[in-house]
């Protein structure tokens, strides 16, 4: 039996999900987009999940596209090939609008598409052997695939990010934790520990609350400040009605008071 290219663990609130290719460096090969998109509705699907974290199997976080199942050195028609980069793009697309949190856990090295993974992830953790590696240019490529200049800008700004794709250079993991590229650096078997305390750390919230907060840290980057102000207003006006928010707040007024 093929084993499972994408794996789903459940840890309380917190959903696992693994990118299981690690004979293949974890690339994403032709079933890659229905595999994603499978899990993350199985997991959207489940209301005890919170929080998701995004990780790869074996030392590799994602190897970006599968060159030997992909791509081809013969003419071939270009329809195919398309649907399958729309099909990954819609995997991007769906982690950045994810409506609950996903901690990206990058246990390796990620390459071009790989990375892209992670940077569409709230924010990642990173083990001490992670880097980041866009090499689409070294084959013939172009650099804006699966939404890596958009994503790169968002966390680098223009110059860096123009850098980075432009040259092919690396970034390694403490590179990475200066640029804000990851929130923490940690040894290779602490990773999975690391990205549990700090899932949990957040599955502990309100889980409402953590998805409006969500929402409104992905339309602000979008809009002017005025726009925002009024987009978190309604979400927030929402909130103050909510039975969650009632219990919540009676149990902190009664702590403060005792």
Same mark, same amino acid.
């Given at each position: ?8 663990? +459940? ?20 079933? $890659?987009?229905? /595999?994603?998109?499978?899990? &993350? ?8 999940? /919170? ?9 590799? $976080? ?15 028609? %270009?329809?195919?090939? $398309?649907?399958?980069? =729309? ?13 609950? %949190?996903?901690?990206?856990?990058? /246990? ?24 980041? $590696? &866009? ?13 890596? %200049?958009?994503?790169? *800008? ?22 990475? +934790? ?8 940690? +040894?290779?078997? *602490? ?9 949990? !750390?957040?599955?502990? *919230? ?12 992905? =339309? ?15 979400? *927030? !006006?929402?909130? &103050? ?14 702590? =403060?008071?005792?």
């Amino acid at each position: 039996m093929t084993a499972k290219e994408v794996l789903i663990e +459940k840890q309380g609130a917190v959903a696992i999900v693994t990118i299981n290719r690690p004979d293949k460096r974890n690339a994403q090969g032709v079933n $890659f987009t229905q /595999n994603m998109l499978s899990a &993350f509705d199985e997991v959207e699907s489940d209301p005890d999940v /919170n929080v998701v974290i995004l990780t790869g199997a074996g030392s590799v $976080f994602g190897g970006g596209g599968d060159v030997f199942e992909i791509m081809s050195t013969e003419p071939v028609d %270009p329809e195919p090939e $398309f649907e399958l980069i =729309r099909g990954y793009n819609k995997v991007i697309s769906r982690i950045y609008h994810f409506d609950r %949190p996903i901690i990206a856990a990058v /246990n390796g090295p990620a390459v071009g598409g790989g990375v892209c993974l992670a940077l569409a992830c709230d924010f990642a953790i990173a083990a001490e052997q992670a880097q980041y $590696f &866009f090499a689409f240019a070294r084959i013939g490529l172009s650099g804006a695939d699966m939404g890596a %200049p958009f994503l790169l *800008q968002k966390h680098l700004g223009s110059a860096r990010a123009s850098y980075y794709i432009l040259t092919g250079e690396t970034i390694d993991a403490n590179e990475g +934790k200066a640029l804000g590229l990851f929130v923490d650096v940690v +040894k290779q078997d *602490q990773l999975r520990a690391a990205a549990s305390r700090l899932a949990e !750390s957040i599955a502990v *919230q309100s889980r409402r609350g953590t998805t409006m907060a969500k929402l409104s840290l992905r =339309r602000s980057l979008e809009t002017h400040l005025d726009a925002a102000l009024e987009y978190e207003a309604y979400l *927030q !006006s929402f909130a &103050f009605q909510s039975q969650e928010h009632k219990e919540r707040l009676g149990q902190f007024i009664s702590r =403060r008071s005792s």
